[in-house]
C-alpha cells in the first residue's frame, strides 16, 4: 500500500489550501482514511478522518468548521479542504490508511496501518 500526499505550501493566515493523498496497492473503498499533522517539537495530531464509503466524518475541534475531508473512490484519493488557515495550522499533514476494511476511524494514530510521506504547509505572512 503507497500513499502519496500533495499539496501543501505557504500561505497567509485566512487563506486556503487543498491537501490530496492518492493511494495504490489496495481496495481504496473499503477502507477509512485519515488526516494527521505534526509541528515541529510536538506530537503527532489527529485533524480528520472520513469513513470508508464518505459517509462520517470526524474532526478534531481545533479544525471543526475550518477543514473538510472528503473522498473520491473512482480516483482513489482523500482530500483536506483547509480554510481560514492560522498560523497555528502550520505543520507537516499526513494522510493514513486504516488497517482494516470496513471499521469506523479512529482518532488514534495506532488504528492506521499505513502512512504517506507528508506535506508541508507554512501559515505565515
Known amino acids: 500500500v503507497q500513499l502519496q500526499a500533495s499539496g501543501g505550501g505557504l500561505v497567509q493566515p485566512g487563506g486556503s489550501l487543498r491537501l490530496s493523498c492518492a493511494a495504490s496497492g489496495r481496495t481504496f473503498s473499503n477502507y477509512a482514511m485519515g488526516w494527521f499533522r505534526q509541528a515541529p517539537g510536538k506530537e503527532r495530531d489527529f485533524v480528520a478522518a472520513?469513513?470508508?464509503?464518505?459517509?462520517?466524518?470526524y474532526y478534531a475541534d481545533s479544525v471543526k468548521g475550518r477543514f473538510t475531508i472528503s473522498r473520491e473512490n473512482a480516483k482513489n484519493t482523500v482530500y483536506l479542504q483547509m480554510n481560514s488557515l492560522k498560523p497555528d495550522d502550520a505543520a507537516v499533514y499526513y494522510c493514513?490508511?486504516?488497517?482494516?476494511?470496513?471499521?469506523?476511524?479512529?482518532?488514534?494514530?495506532?488504528?492506521?496501518?499505513?502512512w504517506g510521506q507528508g506535506t508541508l504547509v507554512t501559515v505565515s505572512s
Open positions: 493514513a490508511g486504516a488497517r482494516t476494511a470496513y471499521t469506523v476511524p479512529s482518532t488514534s494514530g495506532y488504528y492506521y496501518g499505513y
Open positions: 472520513i469513513t470508508w464509503g464518505g459517509g462520517s466524518t
